[in-house]
Structure formats: C-alpha cells, structure tokens
C-alpha cells in the first residue's frame, strides 16, 4: 500500500526529470571541472596527495614538471579505468586500477629519466611515489568507475590543475623567499637558464629546505582558507559576548553611584 | 577582569599572583642582563665602543618595534570579534582596546628582549628582524597569541636565524681580543681531540673567573655566569619560574660533564672544576632560567616537568658532545617542547598505580642522562689517546661557527670586516 | 652489531621519513586527531613495513638477476604491498576480530601511504647482499620513526584543539606549521648519530 502511495506522489516529479537532465549535464560538466580547482582543490582543501607536494615545491620548474607527471598519470588513468569499468570485476578492481596506474608511472619516470635527467634526480623518489598519490587512486575509485568519460576526463583535468595552481603558488614563495628571485632553467637542457635575482644578499635558504616546505605549505592552506571561506557557522554569536560586556558595563556604573553615595 | 588567581589558557589556577606581575619581574631580571652587558661592552669595548653600542640600540629597536607590530596585528587577528563587541558596548576606540590587549594579555614585551639576548653584539640588524619576525609570528602569533603556542617563540627565531645565516653569526663575534688565546674550535670530539680534548677544557687560556664572570665574547645573555646564577635564585625564591626545571636541568648537565670528567682520567677536584665550566659556558644556564621554565611550554605536571627538563638535559648533552651543531641548548629545548604535551598526555591521571610509572621514568632517565655522561668520558679519553698516538701537526685554526665564544689567535681584528 | 643500532636510530630519527623524507603526509595530517587511531596505525604501518620491506628487497635481487629491475620494480612492489595489506585484512578479521576492530580500518589506508611504497623503494635499491642487517635497521626503524612522530603529533593536535587559533588556520594548517617547528627542532639532531 504504502509504495503504491510512493509511486504516484512521485511522479510529477519524474515526468519533470528528462527536461531538467540535459540542462543539468551541462551545468554539472563545468562544475565537475571548476570544483577541482578552487571549491574541491586536492592539495589545499582535501588535503590528497599531499606527498609530493614538498619536494616538488623547491622551484618552479620542479613544480612545473610535477604537474606534467601527474597531469600525465591523472588523465590517462582516468580515462582508462573508465573505459574498462564495465568490464572489470568488482573483487579484483583495486588491484587493477593499481597496476594501472603503476604502469603509466613507469612510463613517466623513464621518459623524465631520459629526457629531463636534472629535474628526475632532484624529484628523486617522489615520481615513482605518485604511484601511490591519494588524488589519483581516489579518484579512479570514487569518479571514473563511476561516470562516464567525458566527465572522468574534465574531473582529471581539474583536479590536476587544482594541484598544479597549488604547487605552483607555494614554489613561487619558495624560491622567492629561498633564493631571492626566480632561476628558470631549461629541464630538458640544463645548460639555459634565466635568472632574476634581485633579493639575493637577503635570502632565506631554509626556505627551499623541508623546514621552509611544512612552513610554506601551512600558511597558504591557512590563506587559502580564510579568503575562499565565508564566515564559519557558529562563529557569528556574538550576543553572548555582547551582553558579558553590558553587564560588565552596568556593574561598574553602579560602583561608581556607590563610591559617591558613601 | 583580571581577578587574583592566575590561569594559563587551559585553565590551570597555578598561583595567587597576578600573571602581570610575573612577567613584569621576569622582564626585569632580563633587563638586568641586558644593562650589565651594555657595561661590560662599554668597558671593554675599546676603540669600537660606539660602533658596538649603535648596533645595540638598533638591534634593540628593530626588535622591539617589530615585536609590537606583529603582536599587534596578531591580536587584532586572533579576536577581533571580541574587541570589535567590546569596544562598542564600552564605548572606547577598538585601535585603542587592542593596544590595552597587546600589553596586558599578550606580553609583547618578554619575548624580544629574550631573543636579543640570545645573540651576539655585533649581529647583523637583517639577521634580527627576520629572528624576531619568525619567532613572532611563526611562534606565537599563528597559534593565536599568548598561552596557545607550544615551542618557545624566542627560540624557533633564534633557530630559524641560525640555519639561515650560521655564517653571519659567527662572524658577528670576530672582535678584538688582548691577549694570545687560543682558538676554540668546533663542538665535534674529533677536533677538541686534536686542540687537546673537551677534558683538557679546551678554553685553556679563560681562567676559571673569568669564565665565570663572563669576561669573554659571547652571545649577550649567556656569558654573565654569576649574574645568571643569582638571578635564577631570585627568580625562583619569588615563584617567577619553576625550581624543579631550572634545578633539574642544571644539575643534570652538571652530573653529566662531572661523570664525564671522572671517567676522562681528571681527579674528584679536577672534574668538580671540569663541570663547573661546562656549565658556565654555553647557553645552559640562561636557557634553563629563561626559555626552559616558560610554563606555556612546559608541562603542568610537577613530574612531568623533572621528566621534560631531564630530557632537554639529554639533548643538551647529545648534541653539544656528539652534534655537528654549535650549541645544544636551543635545539633540545625545542625537542622538549615538542615532547612536552605527550609527558602532560601521558601522566594527566595521577593514580597510584601511575605514580610507580612516572618515579620509574625519572630514574630510567636519569640514569640514562649520568651513563651517557660516563661513556661519553670513556669515548672521548679514547678518542684522546688515539690523538695522543698519531702526532698531529696541524694548527688548524679556523674560526669556527661556534657562536658562544670566539677566541682569536694573534691579531687584532677590527670590525672594518664585519659589515652588513 | 653497531652498524645495525646506529642504522635504526638513523632511519628513525635523522631521517625520519615525515619530518626529512616529507613522505606520509596524508594520513600523518588525517589520523593524528586522536591519539588511539595514530597508535592503531602506527602498529599496524610497522608490521606491513616489516614484511613487504624484507619482501621487496628479495625481489629486487630477483628483478636484476632477470634484467628487468629498471622497469619493473615499481609495479612488483606496489602489487607486493597491496596484498600484502589484503592478506593481513583477512588473517586479522577471521582470527583476531578484536584487533580487526581497532586496527582493521587503517589497513586499506597503509596501501596508498607513501611510507611503505618509499622505504620498499629505498631498500630495492641496495645491491649487495651483505646489507642484510643495515636493511633490517631500515626497515624496522623508518615505521618505528613514523609512529613516534606521529604519536607526539597526535598529542600536539589535541592540545592546540584548546589553543585560540583563528577558524581558518585550525586544523591542518596550524599543524603543518607545528611541523615545521619540529623539523627545525630534529635538524639539530642531525650528526649526532
């Protein structure tokens, strides 16, 4: 009785449903995109994938070719794993994903090991460890298994450009602070290099060391907060305070008429 | 508002004295040092005297002036709805309330004159606005102001300084010196080995009262041994700091270097006498005065505080013996506070059954801080004798980033090098 | 003998894996709110450290004797670990249901932890087969050094709960700062070992 009762009160809104899906699709597609960045953004507000973030933020050009390696690893696996999510069994499908996304690491880690030898040697062990990186088997698990391709795409894709922005504002204050300017140099022919070094005698060099990382790192997931963040809710109550304040108010008003009464 | 019981943040009632009066006290005993070694550098400083005493007064201003601004904003930060409410309510301007706030509740007075006792004379003013600036803001400021922070701001400055800029510090305390000393070298045992060993007290040429009065060059703060010690008592007489910290400590350190001595080859005497200088020098009695016994940092448990003192004495010892560092005081100060709300987590239920634990822990410690005192006497009397066996010709003597003293060989080295 | 102890007090404190080797972050930041969890994941980090680093390290030989150690490692270990971590679910939930309940949920975790997949890393690298006790010091040292430092920071998470932050650095931003002053404070440690 009672799902009878269900069925018909809900179809109104199922007759509605089919219109507002197309506008939706294309609403949702942006946002998919766009929260990856700012309102979602892996490194600043989730907290995911947080391993490379330190080493790869001594300079721009690390943090650069960072976010090329794991643009790299973030999209192919994405569109992968769900391009085969129909195929895949449920029990085995970690393990599969992991594979995956292991193989497509090795792929980049012998490219840059080839092709940028300076940039692999100071990343170090931290281009094989992406293998492992949150972001990406996250989303491999909560996204693409799920959606269709397109949005797995757009998801990776933000997702990764929220860690690229993130790793590229926190390089910059690194290496400004660190070195006194910027040094870009060329990661596939280390022998170019532009420098701008204006702050040099007034370098902080324990800024491009881990200490300065963890510094770094904490203060712009604070600022960050605070300038994406509207007011927190409970925070605004201030009438508790307000009315400590007035009764404070009023109980040295009346000392005072006591003083002069006595 | 400010009623007779005093309470941390954490609502601990500690005393019946106003925590203003504490620090009050506690910036004078500070201001003692300072104006004592103003004294000292005014006597001794010779021909560079007005050059010394320029980069006092701008070191101090540069300190005090960035302390203020930073605490400033920091409050403003840190509880703006609240002076914003009371401000309105009481009728008064909010700059001037947050002023009121920034003496009274945040203190901003304590910490540069810690930190600019903490360096050198000469010391570059860039080097001391970035330690104030750091300490203050890193330290203090982020956690949300006084009572929240958990390391010493004076000391996370002070370190940050020290990575930064070890060179610069240590050519801060390249100045003139009378006679022929000879050169202290680095705080590694390999090369006290070659100067003649830690046993031999490597400062041979500073007599014992000079090392105590603190006739020598050294950071501001550390080297008035005497002034230290009776202001230690004082302070700890008027309940200003904590007994058991200081006295641990110190005693701790003292037992270290006297089992150190004893299995070193010196005499009961000589090893009395070896430990009384291994205390005088460096920064152990100014860090167990002034930056161990800030009792926001340290734990409120009374034995948990013997157990955090015992462990910042290991440190000490450790990493002045064994460290490729200059100076151990600081860095095992900051491990202890970093150890510090684990000792408050761990001994927070004080049952019976837990008092075996936390006597046992400070026996298994204190054991453990005197056993390391004898072997790193037997460790380094071996080290000695193999130094002793292969004749080292070496007079290396480079000046080394040993920030506390800084003997020069022969030559009078003005302060026309030392420029910033 | 003193290789091995000097080994395991390296790996544990001097290079400790968070404050040197910056790896493990994520769940260093999201298990430390209380200090029961950071004890469950601490434990059962250093019994998978354990065996996949001893495993991997055989596997290594293995990989260079077939030549094919350059590309291939990688993948071998991360699929050494991840069932590893689903074998030892399954042990622990059929055998020791009260362990499974305290311990069971950071297991899955310790698959996508850069601890294990970096120490697996750093120990396939050694190629000399006599490095036997300095790799059991490693191995055994960098999650016994994780679990300490995670530990300490647990309890200093949950005192700077009570601390007057402003809303927007509480959480993971004041303790990444904490961090920060803890790498400083085991900086000076370094030499000592």
């Not at chain 1, 100071?122 to 909560?142: D, H, Q, Y």
């Not at chain 2, 045992?189 to 060059?217: C, K, M, P, V």
């Not at chain 3, 087969?129 to 647990?154: D, K, Q, W």
Request: with cysteine; proline share 3%.
């Amino acid at each position: 009785m009672k799902n009878q009762v269900e069925k018909v009160q809900n179809t109104p809104e199922n007759v509605a449903q089919p219109e507002k899906n197309v506008e939706k699709k294309g609403h949702d597609r942006k946002k998919v995109f766009l929260a990856g960045i700012i309102k979602d953004n892996p490194v600043l507000v989730m907290l995911l994938g947080l391993c490379p973030v330190i080493p790869a933020t001594t300079s721009i050009i690390n943090a650069l070719m960072m976010f090329i390696a794991v643009l790299f690893v973030l999209v192919c696996s994405n569109l992968i794993i769900s391009l085969i999510k129909g195929i895949v069994p449920k029990e085995i499908r970690i393990p599969v994903y992991i594979v995956i996304i292991a193989s497509l690491v090795t792929v980049i880690d012998l490219l840059l090991q080839a092709y940028a030898p300076d940039v692999s040697n100071s990343l170090g062990v931290f281009i094989p460890l992406i293998t492992v990186n949150c972001i990406i088997l996250g989303r491999a698990e909560a996204f693409a298994s799920k959606n269709s391709v397109l949005d797995s795409l757009l998801d990776a894709l933000g997702m990764s450009i929220g860690f690229g922005l993130a790793c590229l504002v926190i390089a910059i204050f690194r290496e400004f602070l660190g070195t006194g300017g910027f040094t870009l140099t060329n990661p596939f022919n280390s022998d170019q290099s532009v420098s701008w070094l204006p702050l040099k005698d007034l370098a902080l060099p324990v800024m491009v060391q881990g200490i300065g990382g963890f510094l770094t790192f904490g203060i712009i997931v604070g600022l960050f907060a605070w300038i994406t963040k509207s007011k927190v809710p409970g925070k605004n109550s201030d009438t508790t305070l307000k009315s400590q304040y007035s009764t404070l108010k009023e109980i040295e008003a009346c000392r005072k008429e006591g003083k002069e009464t006595k | 508002m400010e009623s007779q019981l005093v309470y941390t943040n954490f609502g601990r009632v500690k005393s019946k004295r106003k925590t203003s009066h504490i620090m009050l006290e506690l910036t004078g005993a500070l201001l003692v040092l300072f104006i004592s070694s103003i004294i000292y550098y005014c006597i001794k400083g010779g021909a560079d005297t007005s050059k010394l005493m320029l980069r006092l007064f701008l070191n101090t201003l540069v300190c005090y002036a960035t302390a203020f601004a930073v605490e400033y904003f920091g409050v403003f930060f840190n509880e703006k709805t609240e002076i914003k409410e009371y401000s309105e309510v009481m009728g008064v301007n909010k700059w001037l309330v947050a002023l009121k706030r920034t003496v009274t509740n945040s203190y901003f007075y304590v910490t540069p004159l810690i930190t600019l006792l903490l360096f050198p004379i000469y010391t570059p003013v860039y080097v001391m606005f970035i330690s104030i600036l750091v300490g203050e803001l890193i330290g203090k400021m982020i956690f949300g102001g006084f009572g929240s922070n958990i390391f010493n701001p004076a000391l996370v400055g002070r370190m940050f300084a020290t990575i930064c800029f070890s060179a610069d510090i240590a050519k801060a305390t390249v100045v003139k010196v009378p006679e022929a000393w000879t050169i202290s070298t680095g705080a590694t045992i390999n090369s006290f080995a070659q100067s003649g060993g830690w046993l031999n007290s490597y400062t041979e040429s500073l007599s014992n009262l000079d090392l105590f009065l603190g006739n020598y060059r050294g950071a501001l703060g550390e080297t008035f041994a005497f002034l230290l010690i009776i202001l230690g008592i004082y302070l700890m007489v008027r309940k200003v700091i904590d007994y058991r910290l200081t006295i641990t400590y110190v005693l701790a350190l003292f037992l270290f270097a006297f089992f150190m001595g004893l299995t070193g080859g010196h005499n009961f005497g000589g090893s009395m006498q070896y430990a009384f200088r291994q205390i005088c020098f460096g920064g152990i009695l100014f860090g167990g005065v002034f930056c161990l016994t800030d009792p926001v940092t340290s734990p409120v448990n009374g034995t948990g505080k013997v157990i955090f003192a015992l462990f910042a004495a290991f440190g000490t010892a450790m990493i002045r013996y064994f460290g490729s560092a200059p100076e151990g005081v600081a860095y095992s100060i900051l491990l202890a506070n970093m150890v510090s709300p684990a000792i408050d987590k761990l001994l927070s239920h004080k049952t019976n059954h837990k008092l075996v634990y936390q006597y046992s822990a400070i026996a298994a410690l204190s054991l453990l801080v005197l056993g390391s005192g004898i072997g790193t006497g037997l460790y380094v009397k071996g080290q000695q004798e193999k130094q002793e066996a292969t004749p080292s010709t070496s007079t290396s003597q480079k000046v080394n980033e040993n920030i506390n003293v800084q003997l020069l060989v022969n030559s009078d080295v003005s302060l026309e090098g030392v420029i910033r | 003998m003193v290789a091995f102890y000097t080994a395991l007090l390296s790996s544990m404190i001097v290079s400790n894996s968070v404050l040197a080797g910056y790896k493990g972050l994520c769940s260093y930041l999201g298990i430390s709110k209380k200090s029961s969890s950071a004890f469950g994941m601490g434990v059962a980090l250093t019994f998978v450290c354990f065996f996949s680093g001893l495993i991997c390290w055989g596997l290594g030989f293995l990989l260079r004797e077939l030549e094919i150690y350059d590309f291939m490692f990688t993948i071998v270990s991360i699929l050494v670990i991840s069932s590893l971590v689903q074998f030892t679910e399954l042990v622990i939930k059929k055998f020791f249901p009260s362990l499974y309940k305290t311990l069971g949920i950071y297991l899955p975790l310790i698959t996508t932890n850069c601890v294990v997949l970096g120490l697996a890393l750093q120990v396939g690298a050694y190629t000399d087969a006599s490095s036997f006790p300095e790799v059991l010091a490693t191995v055994l040292g960098v999650p016994l050094g994780y679990f300490i430092v995670i530990m300490l920071f647990s309890c200093i998470q949950e005192r700077l709960e009570t601390s007057n932050t402003k809303y927007n650095f509480k959480g993971a931003a004041i303790g990444l700062v904490a961090t920060a002053i803890m790498a400083i404070a085991v900086y000076g440690l370094g030499g000592v070992i």
